[in-house]
C-alpha cells in the first residue's frame, strides 16, 4: 500500500512538473492566434482611418481588442511567394526574441489570403515621423530624447547581433523602423527581411534587400550581409537623428547626395553645429553631439572590418552622453585611399574631451 501511494506521488509530481513547464513556455511566449473576426472587429474591417502607416509589404492598422488593448495590425499585400516568406521570417525572429528595445509580437492570423501580424501599439509612432513627417514640426525629439533613442535602438542591435541564439542580422535599420512607445522608448521594428546567421559564420551572401540611403556599400553591390551591415545603417540613422536631414537629399539638376557626403565637409572643418537640426534652436549638449557625430562616421567607414561592433557603439553612446567624466580614447578616421587624412588634425582639435576609441586602442568590454 505504500508503495502504491509513493508511486502516486511521483505521478503527481511529475504531471506538476509538466504542467509548470507548460505554463513556463506559455509565460515565456504569450503569443495569441488572432482570428480574422476580431482582428476585423478591432480595426473596423480595416477602415481607411485606422491605417497609420504603409510599405512595400502592406499597411499597418490601429487597433482596440475587445479587453480594451490597443494593438497595430500589419495587413500584407497579395499573398505571393515573397509575402509568405517575409510574414514567415518576421514571425519567426520575433518568436526568438525578446528586448525592451524590440518591438514585441502579440500574434498573428494566417488563413485563406490573409497574413496579419499583430503588435504592440506605439503611441508616438515612427522616428521617421518626428524628423521629417507630420510630427516633425512640433520638435517632441529634444536633445536627450534623441540620445536617448540612438541608445535604445543600439542596444537592440546588440541583442540581435551578440545575446540572440542564432546572431540575428536586421537588414532594415532606418527611422521608420524605430518605434517610440509612450515614453518614447525606442523599439526596432520590422524583421521581414532579417537573416538568422548559424553559429560561426561571419557573413552571407544573399539578395540585396533594405532601404536606399542606408545599405552599406559591400551588401549594396555585392550582396555581401554581415552584422557589419547593420552598423553601417546605425551610423547613417545617427546622422538623421542629429541633423535631421534625410540619408539622401534631391539637390538641383537632379543630383542626389548622401548624409555621408553632405557630412564630411562640416566634420573636416569642424563645423559641428553646422549639423545638428535647427529645430532645436541650440539646445543640445556640444560635446555630446561632437562624439555622437564620431561615432557615426566610425560606424559609417567604407571598409567593413574598420567598423565597429554594436557593442562598441552602445558603450561609446553611454560613455559620452550618459557618463560624461568618462575618457575615451582618440578616433582617428581614415577611409580606403585616406583622403581625408590631412584633415583631421583641425577635428582632433575641435573634439570634445569624450574621444572615441582608434583601431589601436579599442575600448575592451567585458
Known amino acids: 500500500m505504500q508503495f502504491k501511494c509513493f508511486s502516486c506521488f511521483l505521478c503527481d509530481k511529475e504531471q506538476s512538473e509538466i504542467q509548470n513547464e507548460k505554463e513556463k513556455k506559455k509565460r515565456d511566449y504569450p503569443w495569441e492566434i488572432y482570428t480574422l473576426k476580431e482582428l476585423l472587429r478591432a480595426t473596423n474591417n480595416f477602415h481607411q482611418d485606422n491605417k497609420i502607416g504603409e510599405g512595400g509589404f502592406g499597411s499597418v492598422y490601429w487597433g482596440r481588442t475587445s479587453k480594451g488593448v490597443e494593438i497595430a495590425v500589419k495587413r500584407l499585400k497579395m499573398m505571393t511567394a ?21 518591438l514585441g509580437l502579440r500574434g498573428f492570423y494566417a488563413g485563406g489570403e490573409e497574413r496579419l501580424i499583430v503588435y504592440d501599439y506605439m503611441p508616438n509612432h515612427s522616428l521617421l515621423n518626428h524628423l521629417h513627417g507630420q510630427l516633425a514640426k512640433d520638435c517632441l525629439l529634444d536633445w536627450p530624447r534623441r540620445m536617448s ?10 541583442y540581435l547581433h551578440h545575446e540572440a541564439n542564432p546572431h540575428i542580422i536586421h537588414r532594415d535599420i532606418k527611422a521608420s523602423n524605430v518605434l517610440l512607445d509612450s515614453e518614447f522608448e525606442a523599439k526596432v521594428a520590422d524583421f521581414g527581411f532579417a537573416k538568422l546567421i548559424p553559429e560561426g559564420v561571419s557573413h552571407l551572401t544573399t539578395r540585396v534587400k533594405g532601404t536606399l540611403g542606408y545599405l552599406a556599400p559591400e551588401y549594396a553591390m555585392w550582396g555581401k550581409v554581415s552584422e557589419s551591415c547593420d552598423v553601417y545603417s546605425f551610423g547613417i540613422l545617427l546622422l538623421e537623428i542629429v541633423s535631421a536631414k534625410k540619408p539622401i537629399e534631391k539637390l538641383q539638376g537632379g543630383v542626389k547626395r548622401d548624409i555621408v557626403q553632405w557630412v564630411t565637409p562640416h566634420v573636416q572643418k569642424g563645423n559641428f553645429t553646422h549639423i545638428v537640426d535647427s529645430k532645436l534652436k541650440g539646445r543640445f549638449d556640444l560635446e555630446q553631439l561632437k562624439s555622437v557625430i564620431m561615432i557615426a562616421i566610425r560606424c559609417t567607414e567604407s571598409n567593413p572590418e574598420k567598423r565597429p561592433s554594436m557593442v562598441e557603439v552602445v558603450e561609446w553612446l553611454k560613455g559620452g552622453i550618459g557618463r560624461r567624466k568618462k575618457e575615451i580614447p582618440n578616433l582617428i578616421h581614415t577611409n580606403e585611399d585616406d583622403k581625408y587624412e590631412e584633415n583631421y588634425g583641425e577635428i582632433r582639435r575641435t573634439q570634445s574631451k569624450l574621444k572615441i576609441p582608434s583601431d589601436d586602442d579599442k ?3 567585458r
Open 82 to 102: 515573397k509575402a509568405e516568406m517575409e510574414f514567415a521570417v518576421e514571425v519567426e525572429v520575433l518568436g526568438r526574441v525578446r528586448h525592451k528595445n524590440l
Open 363 to 365: 575600448l575592451r568590454i
Open 149 to 158: 533613442i540612438a541608445i535604445g535602438a543600439a542596444e537592440g542591435l546588440v
